[in-house]
């Protein structure tokens, strides 16, 4: 009997001493993103108007964000509808620009490094459209995190609670269990209405701080990237 009650007592206590999954964005988050510039890039490649991409992206952009648009199809219609022939090496162009116009902000990294290295899970939720996905996945931009939920991969973008659900579910895990990180307001408001925890991101010192206000704590900031990437 006495065994029992020890084993319940030790199952009780690691109950309560679970780690939460940190869930990070991505865009606003843990990159700066020039989107002045990417859109610049486009008017110049395809020579169309400041105003035609705009608008034409604009009308459309919350389906390419769900996957619910082909991306390529997208551009080679803006271009087919602008009297432009869409160039044969445009994707490659394209996401050779997104890589220039994004910074990382490294300080985020090495702070993921150390959740993981410290004992926590780390995924990332973000609304982004397939090239955009496909160009971080492949400059490896996305290797800390499991899982990474992505808006056009689940067909559902923040702040819809359809996202959030979705998310839980790759997680496995209840919303009470997660510390949301997200620049955007609306979208923080969307995950404590789902029952997440969140944090506005403002600047990595800020953010430290919260997850320190949380109960989060971590051992160190930097590690060797070849020991956790």
């Known amino acids: 009997m006495k065994k029992w009650i020890l084993l319940f007592v030790v199952i009780v206590c690691l109950g309560f001493s679970s780690k939460p999954v940190i869930v990070f964005d991505f865009g606003g988050v843990m990159i700066d993103f020039d989107r002045p510039q990417m859109i610049n890039w486009c008017c110049d490649s395809l020579s169309i108007e400041l105003d035609q991409i705009r608008a034409q992206r604009g009308r459309i952009n919350g389906e390419l964000a769900i996957g619910a648009v082909e991306e390529g199809e997208f551009w080679q219609s803006?271009?087919?509808?602008?009297?432009?022939?869409?160039?044969?090496?445009?994707?490659?162009?394209?996401?050779?620009?997104?890589?220039?116009?994004?910074?990382?902000?490294?300080?985020?990294?090495?702070?993921?490094?150390?959740?993981?290295?410290?004992?926590?899970?780390?995924?990332?939720?973000?609304?982004?459209?397939?090239?955009?996905?496909?160009?971080?996945?492949?400059?490896?931009?996305?290797?800390l995190f499991s899982p990474v939920v992505l808006s056009c991969e689940i067909g559902a973008r923040k702040p819809n609670s359809e996202s959030y659900a979705k998310l839980f579910n790759r997680l496995g895990v209840e919303a009470k269990e997660c510390i949301f990180i997200d620049d955007r307001a609306e979208n923080i408001e969307g995950a404590r209405k789902a029952g997440m925890r969140a944090i506005l991101f403002k600047t990595p010192g800020e953010l430290k701080e919260s997850l320190l206000g949380l109960g989060v704590q971590w051992t160190a900031d930097k590690y060797v990237k070849s020991e956790i990437d």
């Open 78 to 143: 803006v271009a087919e509808e602008n009297g432009v022939v869409f160039p044969q090496e445009w994707k490659k162009n394209f996401m050779e620009s997104i890589n220039r116009c994004k910074n990382r902000r490294e300080e985020m990294f090495d702070l993921v490094r150390a959740l993981r290295s410290s004992g926590y899970r780390v995924a990332l939720f973000s609304d982004v459209t397939q090239w955009q996905a496909e160009t971080f996945r492949t400059a490896g931009d996305y290797v």
